[in-house]
């Protein structure tokens, strides 16, 4: 495989995600203190975030500090105060002399790709706008693998699914891997019809209702319902409260299903769930650590 | 039969079977724009057998390179060049669609990185859509489907 940045899931063939899949099992052990590796021992990577998340931001500075690594940080109030005075190309020169990788969180779309030009040193998204956030991905593929299963899945993506954009990388995944993906979201929230007609040309993929599905499908992904997205606070509670996953509902659901989601959640998913088998949200962002491992390690072995 | 829509040129490009109302759009994809010197004869509407209507544009004195030519099939894909020599037609073809276009698109997402103050020009990738041209953004993903609107 010959990986030079991590831009958009888009760029890898489905052999090369099952690649990175395999790659972050073996450094499972690692992100979990068990095991002990210095494989990425010398090399330095710096988090560039020019918004803030700080979830994201400490997952890739554990996984490089796991192996060995070492990271140097800019804020998200360094970064503004830099995007004032200068441009992201002349930052990503400097700092690509700097370090031996460079971890981008941007507003603008394309940004990634951009700095990438402009960058002696591998680049990996981790997002860039509404566009794409790659690393999301390939941890909600390898959660599912691990949780589930990736052959012959059957998948419910609950809640917003017009402007989630974890949502539509997912499915565009997911599509490689020929899974059945049901759509459960109110009308004003359905899928983008362009990104449908994309997806059915591969897969099975169909608006559902979730009390149909729920004792078929073996992941339930939910997302969260933003409140921005209504022109009345009434109506947003009345659809969200209606595609809120609690006991009740998951009566219904085979023992063997999980419930994914990308985390802040709201309230779409009601926190008694919390402590059933069915939830692995929580290990789910945990993941994104053995996974950000595997793509370091891909980009920065020589 | 009407002829001679537009008066011959001695030498130069002759740009024919723009579909009609394009012409103008054909010289913002030349940069061809107030303030240049170039002699430029445009017709448009002119009755065409094969096409009904079509548009034509004839630069005097200016021989145009083929990866400047082949941006019209964007907007045209049945547009023919024929390069003028003391009067007489010396080189005859057609336009061939681009696999990937820089510069005269603009970017329709307004939070794209090809629209911010970096030093960026627009790169998008020309897909066959039936017998329409899709363009996608190279940095966004964007996909225009009506590209009149966002040629500069
Ligand atoms: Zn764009």
């Given amino acids: ?302 | 039969m009407e002829r001679l829509a537009v008066s011959k040129i001695k030498c130069g490009t002759v740009i024919d079977h723009i579909n009609a109302g394009k012409a103008l759009l054909v010289l913002k994809i030349l940069a061809i724009r107030p303030g240049c010197r170039d002699r430029v004869l445009i017709a448009m509407n002119v009755p065409s057998r094969k096409m009904g209507k079509k548009d034509i544009v004839k630069v005097e004195n200016k021989y145009i390179c083929d990866d400047e030519l082949n941006k019209i099939a964007l907007i045209s894909p049945k547009a023919t060049i024929n390069l003028i020599e003391n009067y007489e037609v010396s080189e005859k073809k057609r336009v061939k669609l681009p696999n990937v276009v820089e510069g005269i698109i603009v970017c329709p997402n307004k939070n794209c990185i090809t629209n911010s103050r970096e030093p960026i020009k627009s790169k998008f990738h020309v897909e066959k859509n039936g017998d329409n041209v899709k363009v996608v953004c190279h940095y966004c993903g964007k996909k225009i489907y009506e590209l009149d609107k966002y040629i500069v």
């Fill in chain 1, 1 to 302: 495989m010959k990986l030079k940045h991590l831009i958009s899931i888009d760029d890898l063939k489905k052999d090369e995600i099952i690649y990175l899949l395999e790659l972050a099992e073996e450094f499972l052990p690692v992100a979990e203190g068990k095991k002990i590796r210095k494989d990425l021992e010398g090399n330095l990577l710096a988090n560039l975030f020019f918004e803030p998340s700080t979830r994201t931001r400490m997952s890739f500075e554990v996984a490089m500090k796991r192996l060995g690594g070492n990271v140097v940080n800019m804020t998200a109030q360094e970064a503004s105060s830099i995007a004032k005075g200068e441009t992201l190309a002349d930052t990503i020169k400097v700092v690509s002399k700097y370090v031996d990788v460079i971890v981008l969180r941007h507003p603008l779309e394309g940004a990634a790709r951009f700095a990438a030009e402009h960058s002696d040193v591998p680049v990996i998204n981790a997002g860039d706008g509404a566009g794409q956030h790659p690393t999301q991905t390939l941890l909600d593929l390898y959660t599912i693998k691990k949780e589930s299963k990736l052959d012959r899945l059957k998948i419910a993506l609950v809640g917003d699914l017009k402007y989630s954009r974890t949502v539509h990388s997912l499915i565009k995944a997911l599509a490689l891997f020929k899974s059945e993906i049901f759509l459960v979201s109110p009308q004003s929230l359905n899928l983008p019809e362009e990104i449908l007609e994309e997806i059915e040309r591969k897969t099975k993929i169909e608006k559902a209702e979730l009390e149909d599905i729920i004792d078929y499908v073996d992941v339930l992904y939910v997302t969260r319902i933003q409140k921005e997205r209504f022109p009345d606070e009434e109506e947003y509670l009345k659809v969200a409260g209606s595609y809120k996953i609690d006991l009740n509902i998951l009566k219904k659901a085979k023992s063997s299903t999980i419930i994914m989601h990308p985390l802040p959640r709201v309230d779409e998913i009601d926190i008694s769930v919390d402590k059933t088998h069915y939830a692995k949200y929580f290990q789910q962002a945990f993941y994104g650590v053995p996974v950000r491992m595997a793509i370091l390690y891909e980009l920065l072995r020589r």
